[in-house]
């Protein structure tokens, strides 16, 4: 890899960088009830103790509190709670933290990819977004089959129509869906398929890591941030693991990452150094079983924060042909 994207990815490395987990006890965007337990959940199995064990300053902020209005649902109260975590994030990023939203539905990342957006605004650095999840999550009010905000995240970011006044600023300039690579992807509706393919977002979906594991396409994908001198949002939702590893969630599709090759994944975006933000979504407490999920997730950010087995040299990070798009 040449000097300069290198030189990024040690500039974002930062061992001593601090972690502020914010929680976020939102379930407002699904009908599944039990996800608002989600970031208790996480500090139960020991969230901040392991980030601290790995040397990390960890500053616990608490739960975000929205500004919601009395009775508050549906796409007013996303509203509110994209406003809040927005803030709370960009704050964060502000303050040269890196901010671990601990929370509940996909919802959520309205806020915290928003409130990135905001901070690479006016530092100048474009934003990626690797979105490790079953779902594609493009779903916009006229495409959803079920109409939950929690389907919908990313076509309200990337500037589809349908979600009037969401974000704080109304005219802000949308994600460009160009920098959004979906990974795991093995479910899909076809009104948002559609959209996908014809937005032109990168997806690496089941059947290719079947084929050709996590390691190429997402050396790929970090390639392309290195080179760009990107912030890297990652957003990590429980449903990307194998129900059987990881049951507490409200949609469980078969048939997805192992928990090897999500341990591979985050020890690949640690050594990369380029993830600044990062979300943990859709634990739903009540659907699991003795902690068992919440206490998955806790190893599996742990290896994005460096924990590790062995220390052994980080290989470059080489450019491999383009991936895949959505099969039809």
Do not use: K, Y
Not at 260 to 289: K, Q, T, Y
């Amino acid at each position: 890899m040449s000097g300069e994207p290198r030189a990024a990815m040690t500039e974002a490395t930062d061992e001593s960088a601090r972690i502020a987990i914010l929680g976020a006890p939102i379930e407002v965007g699904t009908s599944e009830p039990g996800a608002l337990m989600g970031p208790a959940a996480l500090r139960t199995a020991g969230l901040v103790r392991t980030l601290r064990d790995l040397g990390r300053t960890v500053l616990d902020r608490g739960d975000v509190v929205p500004d919601l209005p009395a009775g508050a649902s549906g796409l007013p109260a996303v509203t509110a709670w994209t406003a809040a975590l927005s803030h709370a994030v960009e704050a964060a990023l502000d303050d040269g933290a890196l901010p671990l939203v601990a929370g509940d539905d996909h919802s959520l990342s309205l806020g915290s990819v928003d409130g990135a957006m905001r901070h690479c605004a006016r530092s100048g650095r474009p934003l990626f977004v690797l979105w490790l999840d079953a779902h594609a999550d493009f779903n916009t009010p006229e495409t959803s089959p079920s109409g939950n905000l929690h389907g919908m995240p990313l076509a309200a970011l990337c500037g589809e129509p349908g979600f009037p006044g969401l974000f704080p600023e109304p005219d802000r300039p949308p994600l460009d869906p160009a920098h959004v690579h979906l990974f795991g992807l093995r479910s899909i509706d076809a009104g948002e398929r559609a959209l996908v393919t014809a937005r032109r977002v990168e997806v690496t979906d089941m059947r290719d890591i079947d084929e050709f594991g996590v390691v190429a396409p997402l050396r790929r994908s970090l390639e392309r941030v290195a080179q760009a001198r990107g912030h890297l949002h990652v957003s990590f939702d429980v449903d990307f693991l194998d129900p059987a590893i990881a049951p507490g969630v409200g949609t469980t599709v078969p048939g997805g990452a192992t928990f090897r090759e999500a341990h591979l994944i985050m020890e690949m975006l640690h050594d990369s150094g380029l993830v600044r933000s990062l979300d943990v979504v859709e634990l739903n407490p009540f659907l699991d079983e003795r902690g068992r999920s919440a206490r998955v997730l806790v190893e599996l950010v742990a290896s994005l924060f460096g924990r590790r087995i062995l220390d052994r040299p980080t290989p470059p990070i080489q450019a491999v042909p383009p991936g895949s798009a959505v099969r039809g």
